[in-house]
């Protein structure tokens, strides 16, 4: 028998309060192209959502305490059971009706939950995925990857806009690559500011790798459990609720549908394949399968090709350092500053001070003496062996002047005092964002706050007190170069 004591599972707030603390991983929903079915480790049922009638052809509320052989197909009892003891991701159930599905199972607690998934499965991700690692196998470049991920997602999914969307150190978003449909607008070099994707919502994309959408208008299905349950936390199913928030912004960019796929670089979350389409859709479980698949080829070929280029740099970077190590027999300091072969061309800079203690030799644009020497003192009171930054009046203070806003320096080992310091003047950067990134909130139906914003027409800024970003390999090289002065002549000689 059924247990007929219920409740609606409760929806997170919307209100300015919770705009950067809004609990998305616990929907109280799901979206309409499937449906939530919830069993105990008895399996009997604990949660439902309340478009299952569709299937079961009865009330959500009349399933809740039912066992599974009271509500699956004799055959497939033994087929859920086993699917639950080996947690398998996947499976295929017929209800008692005949009615016969695609489930993907997620184990949570004391709960295991089946996304039910109304669609058929169309798409083969096993010839999909083919095709994709061979457009990703001729890519050799990191630009040349991300174009080959968004032609060849938008070609397999049919989406009107498939962008690659890369975060900054702020986690402010840039489009590096795009590929689109005849009308669609383009986004291509545009950026986003941060709280488009605040960090509860990056949380979860880096939890699951795979999100979709199958329309913004879609009414959703609320939860139905039995009373006294927590939160059910959806943060891996496939086809959970996503935020009203949310689905205003995809409205004001005229989306109906979207697919975010999570990209991560040397295990860090590093960006987002973001497709949209003008027309609702639904999804199914080949989709699921090959959305994952994406994610996990793309974030392997992303870092691969990135890998090569550094490599590429290191060989060159080493290069350089060999031509300098006849050098390290002179003491001389102004052998390691000459224009042809010098620390300073290793890595590019505008300006360059080797430290040996007391003895400070310059080169290029460099701050004035006084603030040279407050600056070592500043690094030497800190714990990094190597320190770089690109907004060093921000860091250190106005004193450090204006033109040095980059800053690289390497501690040369068992040496009191002892620096390698490369400088950058500032580099004023062209940043087109998509829409004002600083707009005044202003009042919508979910509360006073800056999103969903309404407007993504291309804003232009102009950025100021920064230099050019140090690339890795540079850092590295840093460190290499002030280790390879230790035992040198010129350290050696150099005054305490």
């Known amino acids: 028998m059924s247990n007929s004591t219920y409740e609606l599972h409760a929806s997170p707030a919307t209100d300015v309060e919770s705009c950067a603390q809004e609990q998305i991983h616990i929907p109280g929903s799901v979206q309409s192209f499937g449906s939530l079915l919830v069993f105990d480790y008895n399996h009997c049922v604990t949660r439902v959502s309340q478009n299952i009638n569709q299937i079961v052809g009865v009330p959500a509320e009349t399933l809740l305490g039912l066992h599974a052989k009271e509500l699956l197909h004799v055959q497939h009892q033994e087929r859920i059971r086993k699917a639950f003891d080996s947690k398998q991701n996947l499976i295929r159930i017929t209800f008692a009706n005949g009615a016969e599905h695609y489930a993907l199972c997620q184990y949570l607690g004391d709960e295991f939950y089946l996304d039910i998934l109304h669609e058929p499965k169309n798409l083969d991700p096993v010839t999909a995925t083919q095709r994709f ?112 928030i949310h689905l205003q912004y995809l409205r004001n960019m005229d989306v109906m549908a979207s697919l975010s796929i999570s990209i991560f670089q040397n295990n860090k979350f590093w960006g987002l394949i973001a497709c949209h389409n003008r027309t609702p859709r639904t999804f199914d479980t080949g989709d699921e399968s090959f959305f994952k698949t994406v994610s996990l080829l793309a974030s392997s070929r992303m870092t691969a090709v990135r890998m090569l280029k550094d490599t590429s740099e290191s060989k060159d970077s080493l290069a350089m350092q060999r031509s300098l190590v006849p050098m390290l027999t002179k003491d001389d300091p102004k052998l390691l500053l000459s224009s042809d072969a010098g620390f300073d061309r290793v890595i590019p800079s505008n300006g360059f001070a080797l430290v040996l203690g007391e003895a400070t030799h310059c080169q290029g644009v460099v701050p004035e003496k006084s603030a040279l020497v407050s600056l070592v003192e500043w690094l030497e009171r800190g714990a990094e062996t190597t320190f770089s930054c690109e907004d060093l009046p921000a860091r250190f203070g106005a004193t450090i002047g204006q033109n040095t806003c980059g800053l690289l320096a390497a501690k040369i080992p068992q040496q009191e005092r002892s620096w390698l310091m490369w400088f950058r003047v500032e580099s004023p950067k062209e940043v087109s964002w998509a829409g004002d990134p600083y707009k005044p909130t202003e009042s919508t139906e979910y509360g006073t706050r800056l999103y969903p914003r309404t407007s993504f027409a291309i804003w232009n800024e102009t950025q100021r007190g920064r230099s050019q970003e140090w690339r890795q390999s540079e850092i590295q090289t840093s460190e290499e170069l002030a280790n390879l002065l230790v035992g040198s002549k010129l350290v050696a000689m150099a005054p305490d």
Do not use: M
């Open 133 to 244: 690692v061979a457009a990703l196998s001729a890519a050799t470049t990191p630009a040349q990857c991300a174009q080959a991920i968004t032609d060849e997602v938008r070609a397999l999914t049919n989406f009107d806009r498939v962008k690659l969307y890369k975060f900054d150190a702020s986690w402010n978003g840039e489009v590096i690559a795009e590929s689109r449909a005849d009308g669609v607008p383009s986004y291509l070099g545009l950026h986003f500011p941060e709280s488009d994707i605040p960090v509860q919502a990056r949380e979860l994309y880096i939890r699951n790798r795979v999100r979709v959408i199958g329309s913004v208008n879609d009414p959703q299905s609320q939860i139905v459990q039995k009373t006294s349950l927590p939160p059910l936390d959806l943060s891996f199913s496939f086809i959970r609720s996503v935020s009203p």
